[in-house]
């Protein structure tokens, strides 16, 4: 009887409360064990303090090449710098890609330097970009291409902006890789060969001039 009686006791207990949490506003679910951990502080993803902060010296970008330490006036040295990366198909295929993208509005998708902005002199840019496909400008080594994209040159402004280290190189081999008829393109990796870049960034050999002029 008395084991009857604590039965019903029970029930009575458990009935209650689940009339209690069913008669209960929902919106105002009550009291929460570390309640920051079910409703975190809202995050303010976009700061223009930080934004605009430039990174720590000295530190490199997870994924990116190491930094480029020539100067804008060192041109003689940047004619000797290697491309680090070691490239397949694919990746001239992005060089393409970006550079119809970045430079063929001046310089064509021919390379031919008559691009839309041009137009044969009847573009709104009265002067002729330079020609990249053929004459003075298809002598430039990758190096030197990477430079100019880095720093610019004459009325073209730098590009370090817009394509990070890694993209400008891709860009620079697949302008050598048309030019001339496709007489300068370097060689490229079998894709399924193809290894890592290396990590860091070609550096050029010690030279004593560095104000050759462009």
Known sequence: MKRTSNILIAAAVVSGAMLSACGKDNRKPGKHYMPDMVESRAYEFYSERLSTLKPVDGTVKRGELLPYHLKAADT?????????????????????????????????????????????GAGPYVAAPANLASGAKASYTEGRLFHVMTFGYNAMGSYASQLDREQRWKVAAYIRSVQNGGANAGPVANEATQTAPAAPAATAPAATDSSAKH
Do not use: M, Q, T, W
């Open 76 to 120: 003689a040295l940047a004619n000797a710098v290697k491309n680090p990366l070691i490239l397949s198909k694919a990746d001239l295929e992005e060089g393409k890609r970006l550079f119809n993208i970045y430079c063929a509005i001046c310089h064509g998708s021919k390379l031919d330097g008559n691009g839309p902005l041009y137009n044969g």
